[in-house]
């Protein structure tokens, strides 16, 4: 490990830094979370109690390592080289981060995650995979996710047909909680293996349990090294109420709360490119998280670091860097001597990444405490849940939703949302022009996922910044729902929302039941229905919401749209 492993600037960061980590010892709150107290965060143990199950993964999860082993080789035997893995957020986003950060292991197969609801991201797998080599890996813990079991109900419908009914079930493989219905599912269709997660342990928390590591050693990553890292993170945890916990998460959670408390909420992260992939996790473990009860600290990452004169006192920052990496040093110092907070944390080499789910696991959880909040529920998600079961509703029983009227209309582009007057320059101004202090910009983007349409959203995305000098971020629909869909409806309400949609040139069908053909419901009616259920959430919670629909060309269009500005 490196000797300095966490570190604070300028000095008045050090000092805060170091009042939390009195207000730790005083009230043994990490003691306390070690012994499951919920106290720690709410009188009521729901939604908490039984959801403290990650303490223990580091210690616990390697007595699975055998049997996900044995599950590996055999498919390794079998002679499938791809893994499509079926799956929403806390359950999807470890397993792409080891992807993209370790890379696929000779004689290892190869991993994609598909989760977007668009019909031509579906399309494109279901065109282009060889279905005798391709394993699809289920992974939901509540069993009844409508994303997962829509691309389940899908794929297993594709593999019946090109392979015959009698070999699809050993394509699949489910992770999941004891009884869900996907567990039945797994058993009565036959799947290749099952495994049962411990059901105390949360989506968003689940990194170090079957849902990341048995994703991980299918590409070739040593699990058991991940969690040698997380067992030392682990004990480390342990040191944080005396001279040594410095080094500790829960010390950094502290500050980010007590610093958010002071309205440094916008925590905006500084990666050395071969981590990168890590800040898709931390995005949804901490806005989940702690974006309720009217507070919440919003992840930022993504977005190049600037002049200190280019913040407002709303940032606090954190660089995560491997080795002897100096990526943004130059601008962090900068932004210290301007007495914006920095902590700096250093790790030696990837499989620290392991000990790194751990570590910002505790800070999250400790955040939560100096927050006042429930860190392991998500109240607000269901609201656009609800809504979008009523917008599939309406598809199924009338064929389509009500017409709307555009506010504005230009070539190739319609706005949606109040009235507006003038050019669009004038409408984004005016709808730009309603930020308040500590506002931020987030662009919600229900489109085909690919590098022209991302390229396209962070250049609309950094002219945005740099003309309203507002933090920012991007998530495609549905996926953002299961990250940040919760701090949007449940903060304080400073978010300014833009959502894109677009016509969907193909669509797919979604069969409604496993094995069946018969479908009343299609994918792009299914993202049609999510995007516009958020939307009437966002703006049942007072939240302010453009809806920018992109015809034709919805990257040119957006390329437009940041050229106006």
């Known amino acids: 490990m490196a000797t300095e492993r966490l570190t604070f600037r300028p000095e008045s960061c050090r000092v805060l830094a170091a009042e939390a980590g009195r207000a730790l010892a005083e009230q043994r709150i990490v003691a306390r979370i070690r012994q499951k107290d919920h106290t720690v965060w709410k009188p009521d143990p729901a939604e908490i109690a039984d959801r403290l ?17 044995n599950v590996v080789d055999a498919i390794r035997a079998d002679g499938y080289d791809f893994a499509l893995l079926l799956g929403m957020g806390g359950s999807s986003l470890a397993p792409e981060v080891f992807r993209k950060v370790f890379g696929r292991g000779k004689g290892f197969l190869d991993l994609a995650v598909l989760d977007s609801t668009d019909p031509g991201a579906v399309l494109a797998w279901a065109e282009g995979l060889d279905l005798k080599k391709t394993l699809f890996v289920v992974s939901t813990k509540s069993g009844g996710t409508v994303e997962t079991f829509s691309f389940l109900r899908y794929f297993y419908r594709l593999t019946a047909e090109r392979l015959g009914a009698a070999a699809a079930g050993s394509h699949f493989i489910a992770i999941t909680d004891p009884g869900s219905a996907l567990a039945e599912v797994a058993k009565a269709q036959g799947f ?10 949360g989506g968003r928390y689940s990194a170090l349990s ?161 927050l006042k909040i429930n860190p392991f529920d998500q109240p607000d998600v269901e609201a656009a849940k609800v809504l979008a079961r009523q917008m599939i509703g309406d598809f199924r029983e009338k064929g389509g939703l009500p017409t709307e009227t555009p506010c504005l209309q230009t070539p190739g582009i319609s706005l949606y949302g109040e009235s507006l007057a003038g050019n669009l320059d004038e409408a984004l101004v005016a709808f730009f022009g ?24 962070q250049r609309l995305r950094l002219r945005i910044c740099a003309r309203f000098r507002l933090a920012s971020t991007v998530g495609y629909g549905p996926r953002f729902l299961h990250s940040t869909g919760q701090l949007h409806k449940g903060d304080a309400g400073k978010g300014l929302f833009l959502q894109f949609t677009a016509d969907d040139p193909r669509d797919a069908p979604i069969p409604d039941a496993l094995g069946r053909p018969d479908a009343t419901l299609t994918f792009g009616q299914l993202k049609t229905a999510q995007a516009e259920g958020d939307r009437r959430a966002l703006l049942n919670a007072g939240r302010r919401v453009l809806r920018v629909h992109l015809h034709g060309d919805p990257v040119g269009g957006l390329a437009h749209l940041a050229n106006i500005l």
């Open 53 to 69: 199950g990650w303490l223990a993964s580091p210690q616990a999860m390697p007595a699975r390592l055998a049997e996900i082993g």
């Open 192 to 201: 290749r293996h099952c495994f049962l997660n411990d059901p105390e342990i």
């Open 210 to 370: 079957c849902f990341g590591l048995f994703p991980a050693a299918l590409i070739g990553i040593d699990a058991a090294r991940l969690l040698a890292g997380a067992a030392e993170a682990s004990d480390r945890e342990r040191t944080a109420e005396n001279e040594e916990g410095w080094m500790s998460g829960a010390l950094l959670g502290a500050l980010l709360g007590e610093l958010a408390r002071q309205g440094r909420d916008k925590l905006t992260f500084c990666f050395s490119p071969s981590l990168a992939p890590f800040g898709d996790w931390l995005e949804q473990l901490l806005a989940e998280s702690t974006g309720k009860e009217g507070t919440g600290i919003l992840p930022v990452t993504g977005e190049p670091l600037g002049p200190p004169a280019a913040y407002d006192n709303d940032r606090l920052f954190v660089s995560l860097r491997l080795g002897q990496d100096r990526t943004g040093e130059r601008e962090l110092s900068a932004l210290a001597a301007a007495g914006h907070p920095v902590c700096d944390l250093r790790i030696d080499e990837l499989y620290e990444l392991g000990g790194e789910c751990f570590f910002w696991e505790m800070a999250t959880a400790v955040a939560g405490w100096r």
């Open 434 to 457: 309603q930020a308040r202090p500590g506002a931020y910009a987030a662009l919600q983007a229900y489109l085909h996922p690919a590098p022209e349409t991302g390229a396209a959203l």
